[in-house]
């Protein structure tokens, strides 16, 4: 070496053929690495989405049920709330008599009335109530019908909760002319 050239060092080859097939090994093994951690993150983020639908489709199903369980139960509730509208009926009756002014009838019938407004059965159909085709029965209409309200109520109507039980069973007359109607 001369003088001039003394300060740099001298370039050595220190790549042989072994160390450049370790070299080109190394890089085919770093790219199949990351070929297998995209692989592989591709199939955990496809399960990540499969299990979110499968969790919600879990979810609507309880749902769904909790749904339909509720309205077996309310349908359940009024078919036997509906079964005690005769005996109802019957101590109404009773009751326009007198025959529940005091004894057992009248403790039997304040504690039957007292569950059953606990479940929430409600009457409907007193005299004077504007009548209505839904909520009604008219057996007898009297009058021209321009301002029908119930007359006699022959028969309660009952409702639980928003349910029609059973309709009113009435007669219908003219009430009194609506006050823009009395302007005129």
Known sequence: MTERDADREPVVDTETPAAADAAAGAAADTEDTVDELLTLSSELEKASTELGYAKAEIANIRRNALV???QAVA???ASVVGKFLDVVDDLDRARAHGDLESGPLKALSDKLAGVLDGL????FGEEGDTFSPELHEAVQVEGDGDNPVLGTVL???YRLGERILRTAMVTVTDGAPAPNEAAE
């Open 68 to 70: 339909r369980i509720d």
């Open 75 to 77: 349908a359940e509730r």
């Open 120 to 123: 929430g059965l409600a009457a």
């Open 155 to 157: 028969r309660k109507g």
